[in-house]
């Protein structure tokens, strides 16, 4: 870090910054479709390897590169209030590191396309890549591409690691992390503050396994939370029992409609 900053905030790109997940769009439209895809990631939930997996899944995409990135422009849009955030957070030292289980190319593309050049250039992006698969095939020929993993775990890029470094940073600066799915499994337990999106399979995760955390739906709901956390107007353990609180009386109000 070039400054010392009192937060950081930690972000999963996929269905999180983008209101689709790219790498589903992909798998969906051009790869094994979305009934396959759904099942996968119940597996992951029920213990099978995400690395496995994702790769499985990825593989069954035979486009050529540029081609994937094309669709991925037209038809993937950013969460409208992200920008916004972002701006504030540059102003108020808060580093926004992506933290992604997809590939680097798609999101620098994604981010190029919203957000201009200045701002895609400076997020700090920590992600799995993309490489050659075959000598003689580039990643523009048809089947030429394969996902690069950023590490060896079975997460094939295991998140907490990442945040890790950053918590003994001087001064231990406040940790916040946004996700929505399998990808932010390993991040979950990581930071003082855990934004879960509504309706995602991180939620799910996280009921399972106790992880406290706090439900959005968009930016805005996170960038007031950030706001009024930084401004002293709260706290995060303030906002982590609201977080519960919330999340069980809605449970509780669905389960009643649906009695």
Same mark, same amino acid.
């Given at each position: 870090? %070039?400054?010392?900053?009192?937060?950081?905030?930690?972000?999963?790109?996929?269905?999180?910054?983008?209101?689709?997940?790219?790498?589903?769009?992909?798998?969906?439209?051009?790869?094994?479709?979305?009934?396959?895809?759904?099942?996968? #990631?119940?597996?992951?939930?029920?213990?099978?390897?995400?690395?496995?997996? &994702?790769?499985?899944?990825?593989?069954?995409?035979?486009?050529?590169?540029? $081609?994937?990135?094309?669709?991925?422009?037209?038809?993937? /849009?950013?969460?409208?209030? &992200?920008?916004?955030?972002?701006?504030?957070?540059? $102003? #108020?030292?808060?580093?926004?590191?992506?933290?992604?289980?997809?590939?680097?190319?798609?999101?620098? %593309?994604?981010?190029?396309?919203?957000? =201009?050049?200045?701002?895609?250039?400076?997020?700090?992006?920590?992600? #799995?890549?993309? $490489?050659?698969?075959?000598?003689? /095939?580039?990643?523009?020929?048809?089947? =030429?591409?394969?996902? /690069?993993?950023?590490?060896?775990?079975?997460?094939?890029?295991?998140?907490?690691?990442?945040?890790?470094?950053?918590?003994?940073?001087?001064?231990?600066?406040?940790?916040?992390?946004?996700?929505? =799915?399998?990808?932010?499994?390993? %991040?979950?337990?990581?930071?003082?503050?855990?934004?879960?999106?509504?309706?995602?399979?991180?939620?799910?995760?996280?009921?399972?396994? =106790?992880?406290?955390?706090?439900?959005?739906?968009?930016? %805005?709901?996170?960038?007031?939370?950030?706001?009024?956390?930084?401004?002293?107007?709260?706290?995060?353990?303030?906002?982590?029992?609201?977080?519960?609180?919330?999340?069980?009386?809605? /449970?509780?109000?669905?389960?009643?409609?649906?009695?």
């Amino acid at each position: 870090m %070039a400054t010392e900053p009192d937060f950081i905030f930690f972000t999963d790109f996929d269905g999180t910054i983008t209101l689709q997940d790219s790498n589903d769009y992909l798998i969906d439209n051009i790869g094994i479709g979305q009934i396959a895809r759904k099942k996968a #990631n119940q597996d992951v939930l029920n213990g099978k390897s995400t690395r496995d997996l &994702f790769e499985w899944m990825m593989d069954s995409v035979k486009t050529p590169y540029d $081609e994937c990135l094309k669709l991925l422009c037209e038809n993937i /849009k950013l969460d409208p209030y &992200f920008a916004q955030f972002y701006a504030w957070a540059r $102003e #108020n030292n808060i580093p926004v590191v992506i933290l992604s289980g997809g590939v680097r190319p798609g999101i620098k %593309a994604l981010l190029v396309h919203f957000l =201009g050049e200045e701002y895609a250039n400076e997020i700090q992006i920590v992600s #799995n890549d993309i $490489e050659q698969r075959y000598a003689d /095939k580039g990643l523009y020929s048809p089947g =030429g591409w394969k996902v /690069k993993f950023h590490d060896k775990s079975d997460f094939g890029h295991d998140k907490s690691i990442e945040i890790r470094k950053y918590s003994n940073l001087p001064g231990r600066p406040t940790l916040f992390y946004a996700g929505d =799915g399998v990808s932010d499994l390993s %991040a979950a337990k990581e930071t003082d503050l855990l934004f879960a999106k509504e309706g995602g399979d991180l939620i799910t995760y996280c009921v399972k396994e =106790g992880v406290p955390f706090t439900q959005f739906s968009d930016w %805005a709901m996170i960038h007031d939370t950030v706001k009024d956390i930084v401004h002293n107007k709260t706290t995060v353990e303030k906002v982590v029992v609201e977080g519960l609180t919330n999340f069980v009386k809605q /449970k509780k109000i669905v389960e009643a409609v649906e009695c």
